[in-house]
């Protein structure tokens, strides 16, 4: 079976401009959850989603958005980039949202601002 | 709130020898526990998990349980290989989010 994928794996954009990440879940996993890891740092929480709605949100600006598809696929939206927004962008699915349902992640999208 | 903490490193040991990586966490509520494992230029991946208190996670040699009184839950693998050379993570999870620590590179010399 496939895992998650996500894409692209890499991507520049210069500081002001937008982003959008995608991913694709294990097939059967109706959750998604975006990460974003910093570079020598754990993955911190931006977005949950469970069949298509919004379940929980990290502390990130508004200019952080995503939303989740009928075939519960995934986008994560980014508006007005900043240097800082540079990280390891993580996508993971799980097939429900129970605090012991562990999370599979993708390899990652590996976003540099200029 | 919740939080996760581990040991700072590297770690560097020799191929055979013991390995211990401390993890304590704080929780609002009883969480479940996870350790994941990262390789270079990957995602993370799920290395064993428990869901409450007294129960011993294990997988590919690796082992932790879950302390509710020490709230800790302490990766141990007796005998290390160089392939065991990465990054680990501690994760606590309630509900709908992961909190993680921030991450204990392991390195294991031949």
């Known amino acids: 079976d496939a895992g998650v994928t996500q894409s692209p794996t890499h991507l520049i954009k210069t500081r002001g401009q937008h982003v959008t990440l995608r991913c694709s879940p294990i097939?059967?996993?109706?959750?998604v959850s975006w990460y974003q890891q910093v570079l020598g740092q754990g993955p911190q929480f931006i977005f949950q989603y469970y069949e298509k709605e919004e379940r929980g949100r990290g502390n990130f600006p508004d200019r952080f958005s995503a939303r989740q598809f009928p075939n519960y696929s995934s986008e994560l939206n980014v508006n007005a980039l900043l240097l800082g927004d540079s990280a390891l962008y993580l996508c993971?699915?799980?097939?429900?949202?129970?605090?012991?349902?562990?999370?599979?992640f993708g390899n990652g999208t590996r976003l540099t601002v200029t | 709130g919740n939080s996760v903490t581990q040991m700072e490193g590297p770690v560097t040991l020799s191929e055979e020898a013991f390995l211990t990586i401390n993890c304590t966490y704080t929780?609002?509520?009883?969480?479940?526990l996870f350790w994941y494992v990262q390789y270079p230029g990957e995602g993370l991946q799920l290395l064993l998990k428990a869901t409450k208190a007294d129960d011993k996670g294990s997988n590919k040699g690796f082992e932790a349980t879950y302390r509710k009184e020490t709230t800790s839950f302490h990766l141990e693998k007796g005998s290390v290989q160089v392939s065991d050379s990465a990054v680990y993570f501690c994760?606590?999870?309630?509900?709908?989010?992961?909190?993680f620590g921030s991450g204990t590179k392991l390195n294991v010399k031949p």
């Open positions: 994760a606590l999870s309630e509900v709908n989010k992961f909190y």
């Open positions: 097939s059967g996993h109706k959750s």
């Open positions: 929780a609002t509520g009883y969480p479940s």
């Open positions: 993971a699915s799980s097939p429900g949202q129970g605090a012991g349902s562990p999370l599979h």
